[in-house]
């Protein structure tokens, strides 16, 4: 499949580099850019020599700004009120049953829609031009999917905060990484090539223990806390016969770590 919205390309590294690429609609996403993504997500699920994921986007001014409104929405008008489709369906790579770690770059405006990206990202950095909002409420629509989907990323205060603020308020790099909507800032230069050394470094470990990882972490939101711990264990018994096989542990070469 060819992609009209997206850029796609893997590296020697085992990354694939996925890169919305609507600058001139500041990245927003359509139903093209979704059926896109079904595919592309896919196309990573299924291959083997692909072990960390990218996410990025192209232009100066924004990551993305939600869903592209000047084309209607999101919404299908054709639809009944109970067959609208949440986006994150389509975009979402926990949703797309991808395990491979992703890796999401922010810079610029993350509006709104956005959240779909970061909400289901494993690693989210950002530069320190990076504005994060939810515009929903200035516009009289309902916040409530991407808030929602954020709670297990940022505090409650910070969430309520920023969907019931609207188009008021904008939350800086800095405050980003206070709140751990980000666990990292870097300048603009530097973002993408930070992001792949840090996809690179996960490509790096053994696959077996990358993907248990997410998983198990990624299903325990679901889940009671004892059920979530127990239900962690399988991944254990299954993950670590085939990652153990895969390092010699006692002769492994020391890491050139960074204190973050």
Same mark, same amino acid.
């Given at each position: ?154 505090? %409650? =205060?910070?969430?309520?905060?920023? #969907?019931?603020? &609207?188009?008021?308020?904008? $939350?800086?790099? !800095?405050?980003? @990484? ?23 470094? %996960? =490509?790096?470990?053994?696959?077996? #223990?990358?993907? &248990?990882?997410?998983?198990? $972490?990624?299903? !325990?939101?679901? @889940? ?30 020391? #890491? ?5």
């Amino acid at each position: 499949m060819t992609y009209d919205t997206l850029l796609y390309d893997e590296d020697a590294r085992g990354i694939a580099l996925v890169t919305l690429n609507r600058p001139e609609f500041m990245n927003a996403f359509d139903r093209q850019m979704g059926l896109e993504f079904v595919d592309v997500w896919a196309r990573i699920r299924k291959s083997e020599s692909i072990k960390a994921v990218v996410l990025r986007a192209a232009g100066d001014r924004a990551f993305c700004t939600g869903a592209d409104v000047k084309k209607g929405g999101w919404a299908d008008k054709t639809q009944g009120p109970f067959d609208l489709e949440d986006p994150s369906g389509y975009l979402g790579p926990k949703q797309n049953r991808v395990w491979k770690p992703v890796v999401c770059a922010v810079h610029g405006l993350c509006a709104g829609g956005a959240f779909y990206f970061i909400n289901e990202s494993d690693i989210v950095i950002c530069s320190d031009d990076a504005q994060f909002f939810d515009p929903h409420v200035t516009f009289g629509l309902v916040s409530a999917v991407e808030p929602v989907g954020a709670m297990g990323r940022m505090p %409650l =205060a910070d969430i309520t905060r920023m #969907a019931l603020m &609207g188009n008021d308020e904008r $939350i800086s790099a !800095s405050t980003a @990484l206070r709140i751990s909507l980000v666990t990292e800032v870097t300048n603009r230069p530097e973002l993408w090539s930070r992001a792949e050394e840090i996809a690179a470094t %996960l =490509a790096n470990k053994p696959a077996a #223990a990358i993907q &248990g990882t997410v998983k198990a $972490i990624w299903e !325990s939101a679901d @889940l009671p806390r004892t059920m979530a711990v127990a239900n962690a264990l399988k991944y254990c018994q299954l993950g670590n016969p085939i990652g153990k096989a895969e390092v010699d542990r006692w002769n492994t070469p020391r #890491a050139k770590w960074r204190l973050r």
